[in-house]
Nanobody, 125 residues
């Protein structure tokens, strides 16, 4: 069992930056692939980024490549999403998730076992 809690969301102007954090507690954090997903109003939840257990392998959706960076600190049970050059279309509720199985690429929400409650990111134009 893993409990996840996101923080770091907020309101930012286009071109600005935010750093989301996800704190994990419970079972062995380092065994999980961690992902970030987002859901905008009226839209389906979409994959944003994921990182393997060691931190060596990362995955991004095309729309955030070069702007977002996912990282993790297994000693602190934390995963981060650094978001730069934010755009209004990045506005959404961002959720972190944990995947116990090894599924490559880890981009499908249905393969994630545990979810946080989400944090709102709003980018104004």
């Amino acid at each position: 069992q893993v409990q996840l809690a996101e923080s770091g969301g907020g309101l930012v102007q286009a071109g600005g930056s935010l750093r989301l954090s996800c704190a994990a507690s419970g079972s062995t954090f380092s065994r999980y692939t961690m992902g970030w997903f987002r859901q905008a109003p009226g839209k389906e939840r979409e994959f944003v980024a994921a990182i393997g257990w060691s931190g060596s392998n990362t995955y991004y959706t095309d729309s955030v490549k070069g702007r977002f960076t996912i990282s993790r600190d297994n000693a602190k049970n934390m995963v981060y999403l650094q978001m730069n050059s934010l755009k209004p279309e990045d506005t959404a509720v961002y959720s972190c998730a944990a995947q116990s199985a090894v599924v490559i690429p880890p981009i499908s929400a249905r393969n994630y076992n545990y979810w946080g409650q989400g944090t709102q990111v709003t980018v104004s134009s």
